[in-house]
């Protein structure tokens, strides 16, 4: 489980393939700090396990399902990625609940300079409407973000310069494709709503549960 809270940006030193999918290797600096084999690290939004790590890099496998539904079968040496450890149950969540299990892509419409912030359009599959709320949570590449408007077939974001300095989005242009993940309690609240054992379930009781 992540925060959306981006540590650090990473860049992409080797892309080899390997049967059904692709080898990364990853260079950073903050993650290795208590990095071991094993643990999960998100890679812009995606949750990897590292394989082997030396020298301030580390290898991660992406295979199957996971170059399917993610932007990572287009990345290239010298790309940059975001990077985030797995939580610690002890520590302040400065974000929102993310897995790191991305639910589809979008693509960046436009990016619009705001004062100090920026605002970027991102389209989305017309499958995923159902899970956004303005003012709602949305992980993009990995960043926690919030929905400031929303429309049919794409939303707007606002994103303050500290997070535009800090992650890959800086690196971002019209037309880039991003990972999208919904937000983890409007699925939990979407189960709930489509369960047989809880038929009795609607949006009205939802609200006086203070959802």
Request: contains cysteine.
């Amino acid at each position: 489980m992540f925060s959306g809270i981006v540590e650090e940006i990473g860049k992409i030193e080797r892309a080899d393939r390997i049967e059904n999918g692709i080898q990364f290797s990853i260079s950073g600096e903050k993650i290795f700090e208590d990095l071991k084999l094993g643990d999960s690290v998100a890679v812009d939004g995606v949750c990897l396990t590292v394989t082997s790590f030396n020298n301030n890099i580390f290898k991660v496998d992406a295979v199957g399902e996971t170059l399917l539904k993610t932007t990572l079968h287009n990345y290239n040496v010298g790309d940059f990625v975001n990077l985030e450890r797995a939580i610690k149950y002890n520590e302040r969540i400065g974000g929102h609940l993310v897995q790191g299990h991305v639910n589809s892509t979008g693509k960046i419409k436009g990016i619009i300079p705001k004062g100090e912030n920026y605002l970027l359009e991102i389209s989305y599959p017309s499958q995923l409407k159902k899970y956004f709320i303005e003012e709602g949570s949305i992980a993009v590449n990995g960043v926690s973000l919030t929905i400031a408007r929303l429309y049919d077939g794409y939303l707007v974001i606002s994103v303050i310069p500290y997070t535009w300095e800090h992650t890959t989005l800086k690196y971002k242009k019209a037309g880039d494709m991003v990972n999208i993940e919904v937000d983890l309690i409007a699925k939990y609240v979407e189960k709930l709503l489509n369960s047989k054992e809880e038929s009795n379930l609607s949006t009205d009781k939802l609200k006086k549960m203070g959802y």
